[in-house]
Each structure stands twice: as structure tokens, then as C-alpha cells.
């Protein structure tokens, strides 16, 4: 690259290699875009501000400028649901073009992130994004880069698929099982149901029913083959997951024939909780902190089947780093680090 140096006046005709900005008070942000030809009535703005002269950008074989790296870079990482703005400043934006669940491949972005001068800045994994939010930000260092960088991020992001990408999130039938003896024959108060009927909306699924039993193992078994049977994508017993002899929800899922995946997790609140699959049906044990906790393993994993993924174990271990709730007064999640 070889920079050619014009005084203001005299780059009339002449065309900008870069973006031209400028931050000083009265003025902020992008004056002329990359590929902008100076005109006369151009000039007294240009020396009003401060520019008494400007660089032209000759680039040598090889070589790529910004806008075109990025843009190249941009492509190489977006995947399905995403969208990307123009160049601006040095950076394009990726943006969300549904509502759902972002996803995020953290591997491929430290990778790209380690060749020299490339720059993918994200948010979090598994947060829920609206459509427009902003998902990432693409920058390269220089003003001109060797276009062996720019190949070698296309190379490590071709051994990905959809490295930046939004899921779009399933309305799912719903049912609830309300556990519990104290509850079952009227000695408290239930409220439960009224939460998580609250919450589940809340996520764009759909509360179908919500029954309530006894700790009654093969009455709480029957109740999830019943759900099952009417076609129920997602089934959430609650309560009586703890190691009591007396609770026995874990016992009646398993009783179901469901394979369970977890039984008990990294996180907190929300430690004693069960995810089992029968068939094509997700079922959920939700321990009590459900009713006083505002955010849960609940919050972290309901998303996640909404957009349809099969959680593994190793899903549930990798949620420990980061879940850890606070339990803050003023509640913020999802910008927080819980779930992160």
C-alpha cells in the first residue's frame, strides 16, 4: 500500500479510498464513504472541520482493503437468520433478521480471532435476541490487509457451519404436573401454576393444561403418558425432586420408560433438576426454586427445546462455568453473566 498525500482544494474529482470521519463537537461519526468522489462543494466543509488534507490509498497486489475484508469476513461467519449492514467506519454489523435463540460458535471464533488483524466481536451464546438486535461486530486492524489473511479466516470458517446464527423458537404445546400431598389435598396454597403458566407464555409456547397429583409415583407416571398420548411437545412435572424418600417425581418419570439425561446440575438455582426424552416428548423435573427464584436452570435450558436442540449431558456440565445466579436485587438477566 502507498498513501498519496493531496491538500484539500486540490482533490477535487478525486476518489476516497477509505471512510473519512471525523469527532469533534458539532461534528461525529462518518463524513464521506469509501468510493465518495470530492466535489467542489465538498471543500469548505472539509477545511471547516479540520481536514486540510487528505490521503489517497494506492494498494499494491495482494492486497484488501478494509471494506472488502470485512465484507468477505462478515459473509464467511453469518449463518442462517442473520443479516449484515454496509460498511461503516471500518465495521459491519451482524444483526438478527428473526426473533429466537442466538447461537454462537465460540471455537471458531477464537480461532478466527487468533489470525493476525481479524476481529469477530459477539454477544453471549444461548441468549434470546429480537429481530434488528445486534448479534456482532466485524473489524481487520489495518486500513489495508494482505488478502492471505482474509483466506485464512475463510478457511477456518468453512470448516464451520453457520458460526453466527439465529434459531427461530417453536410454539410448543405444554403440560404441567403439580406435585405435592400439601398442595394435592388443600393444606396450601398452590403457586406454582400460576408462575409457570406465566413463564411459559412468556417464551411463546402454549400451556395446554396443568393437573395436580399427590406424591404418588404411578399416578404422577400416568399423568406424563397421558400428556404424552394427547401429543404434548414438552411436559413439566414440578416439585418433589429432592433425595426424600417422600419425593418421587424422579421415580415417576423414569417409570415412564423416558431416557434421562440429567438428573441434577451445575447450576444454581436449579441444581436438582431432570430432563428426560420419550420419544419425540421433553420431559422436565422442576424443583422448587421455580416458585421464588425469578431465573433458573429453567431459563437456560426451556429456550434451548423451544429452537429445537437435543440437550447431551455435556451440555448440562458446560453450564456450570457462569451458573451461578446472584440472586441480584435488581434483576437484569439476560445481561448478566448467569447462563454465560
Not at 439425561?261 to 433438576?273: C, I, N, R
Amino acid at each position: 500500500m502507498t498513501l498519496r498525500k493531496v491538500y484539500t482544494e486540490d482533490s477535487v474529482g478525486m476518489v476516497l479510498g477509505h471512510d473519512l470521519a471525523k469527532n469533534m463537537p458539532g461534528y461525529g461519526g462518518q463524513l464521506f464513504k469509501k468510493g465518495h468522489v470530492i466535489c467542489a462543494e465538498d471543500i469548505p466543509y472539509l477545511k471547516n472541520i479540520g481536514i486540510d488534507q487528505i490521503f489517497l490509498i494506492d494498494l499494491l497486489p495482494g492486497q484488501v482493503h478494509e471494506n472488502d475484508a470485512i465484507a468477505r469476513i462478515a459473509q464467511a461467519v453469518a449463518g442462517e437468520n442473520v443479516m449484515m449492514t454496509e460498511p461503516s467506519e471500518g465495521r459491519i454489523n451482524i444483526q438478527a433478521q428473526v426473533d429466537g435463540l442466538l447461537k454462537v460458535n465460540r471455537h471458531a471464533v477464537t480461532a478466527i480471532n487468533a489470525v493476525e488483524n481479524a476481529v469477530v466481536s459477539t454477544r453471549h451464546d444461548n441468549i434470546l435476541v429480537k429481530r434488528g438486535d445486534l448479534l456482532a461486530g466485524i473489524k481487520v486492524v489495518p486500513l489495508v490487509v494482505d488478502e492471505t489473511m482474509v483466506l485464512s479466516v475463510e478457511s477456518i470458517a468453512n470448516q464451520y457451519t453457520g458460526i453466527i446464527s439465529v434459531k427461530p423458537l417453536r410454539n410448543l404445546k405444554v403440560g404441567a404436573i403439580i406435585t405435592g400431598n400439601e398442595v394435592y389435598y388443600g393444606r396450601i396454597k398452590d403457586r406454582y401454576a400460576p408462575i409457570f403458566a406465566e413463564k411459559v407464555a412468556s417464551y411463546g409456547a402454549t400451556m395446554v393444561d396443568i393437573v395436580f397429583q399427590p406424591d404418588d409415583r404411578d399416578r404422577i407416571a400416568a399423568t406424563i403418558t397421558e400428556y404424552k398420548n394427547r401429543g404434548m411437545d414438552v411436559i413439566i412435572a414440578t416439585g418433589g425432586m429432592s433425595v426424600d424418600p417422600n419425593d418421587v417425581t424422579p421415580d415417576a418419570i423414569r417409570a415412564t420408560g423416558a431416557q434421562v439425561v440429567t438428573y441434577g446440575t451445575a447450576v444454581l438455582p436449579g441444581a436438582m433438576f431432570m430432563l428426560a426424552y420419550h420419544g419425540d416428548t421433553v420431559i422436565m423435573g422442576m424443583p422448587g426454586c421455580g416458585m421464588y427464584a425469578k431465573i433458573t436452570i429453567f431459563d437456560l435450558v426451556f429456550p434451548r427445546v423451544l429452537a429445537g436442540e437435543w440437550m447431551t449431558k455435556l451440555d448440562f456440565a458446560s453450564l456450570g462455568y457462569g451458573g451461578l445466579c446472584l440472586n441480584c436485587k435488581n434483576c437484569t438477566y439476560p445481561v448478566c453473566p448467569f447462563g454465560k
